[in-house]
């Protein structure tokens, strides 16, 4: 079997030893969805492999799915542009690729189970970078916002370390910005304490901020 893999659909394709393609299939990219393509498949034959595209992302839980059903699921490279170009592009010749590169035995890769402490420490690692990515881009912001602030809010802030900086910065402030410093005031507060919700508007009349 070759599986086409999409964020919210799959499209399969089952082959026999002796190359032929008899049916493909579409499914939802759901638990329910690959349910139905594994009874499906085997209502065919007997499934011991399974080429699936793209097993490190949206392949990744039809993999883990197939190889906890008892079938090898195989990592397959897309094909290649001029591969494409000559046969057409739909998700169902894609499909028949994958089956055709598990019967030739040019997937050959087990595909990851990610679901051990590898895994784990990825999607720790992948937070702790996105925070940390996350923390400078703030950080980078609030100085931006400073250079151009008015002297009454930029002096007190000069010269302290980035955390003290952003303690002060973080500390309540003006609700609604009336003038061109509290808006200053108000960004300082939202780039510190990223938590603090933007205040609703209230049915009563709020000035704007004035433009510059």
Same mark, same amino acid.
């Given at each position: 079997?070759?599986?086409?893999?999409?964020?919210?659909?799959?499209?399969?394709?089952?082959?026999?030893?002796?190359?032929?393609?008899?049916?493909?299939?579409?499914?939802?990219?759901?638990?329910?969805?690959?349910?139905?393509?594994?009874?499906?498949?085997?209502?065919?034959?007997?499934?011991?492999?399974?080429?699936?595209?793209?097993?490190?992302?949206?392949?990744?839980?039809?993999?883990?799915?197939?190889?906890?059903?008892?079938?090898?699921?195989?990592?397959?490279?897309?094909?290649?542009? +001029?591969?494409?170009?000559?046969?057409?592009? #739909? /998700? !169902? *010749?894609? &499909?028949? $690729?994958? =089956?055709?590169?598990? @019967? %030739?035995?040019?997937?050959?890769?087990?595909?990851?189970?990610?679901?051990?402490?590898?895994?784990?420490?990825?999607?720790?690692?992948?937070?702790?970078?996105?925070?940390?990515?996350?923390?400078?881009?703030?950080?980078?912001?609030?100085?931006?916002?400073?250079?151009?602030?008015?002297?009454?809010?930029?002096?007190?802030?000069?010269?302290?370390?980035?955390?003290?900086?952003?303690?002060?910065? +973080?500390?309540?402030?003006?609700?609604?910005? #009336? /003038? !061109? *410093?509290? &808006?200053? $005031?108000? =960004?300082?507060?939202? @780039? %510190?304490?990223?938590?603090?919700?933007?205040?609703?508007?209230?049915?009563?009349?709020?000035?704007?901020?004035?433009?510059?």
């Amino acid at each position: 079997m070759g599986v086409d893999t999409h964020t919210d659909t799959h499209v399969a394709a089952v082959g026999n030893p002796v190359g032929a393609l008899p049916d493909s299939r579409w499914v939802a990219a759901t638990a329910a969805g690959y349910r139905q393509l594994l009874g499906w498949a085997q209502a065919l034959g007997t499934l011991r492999r399974a080429g699936v595209e793209c097993t490190g992302s949206y392949g990744a839980a039809l993999s883990r799915h197939l190889q906890a059903a008892g079938v090898q699921a195989l990592d397959v490279n897309q094909p290649d542009k +001029a591969t494409r170009r000559r046969r057409g592009k #739909t /998700d !169902a *010749t894609d &499909a028949e $690729a994958a =089956a055709r590169a598990v @019967l %030739a035995g040019r997937a050959a890769a087990t595909a990851k189970t990610g679901d051990g402490p590898v895994e784990m420490a990825r999607m720790c690692k992948l937070a702790k970078d996105a925070a940390v990515t996350s923390r400078t881009q703030a950080v980078n912001q609030l100085k931006a916002v400073l250079v151009a602030a008015h002297p009454t809010l930029r002096e007190p802030l000069s010269g302290l370390s980035s955390r003290v900086r952003i303690r002060r910065c +973080a500390q309540p402030g003006p609700a609604v910005p #009336t /003038d !061109a *410093t509290s &808006a200053a $005031a108000w =960004a300082l507060r939202l @780039l %510190a304490h990223p938590s603090c919700a933007v205040p609703r508007r209230s049915t009563a009349s709020t000035p704007a901020p004035p433009r510059r």
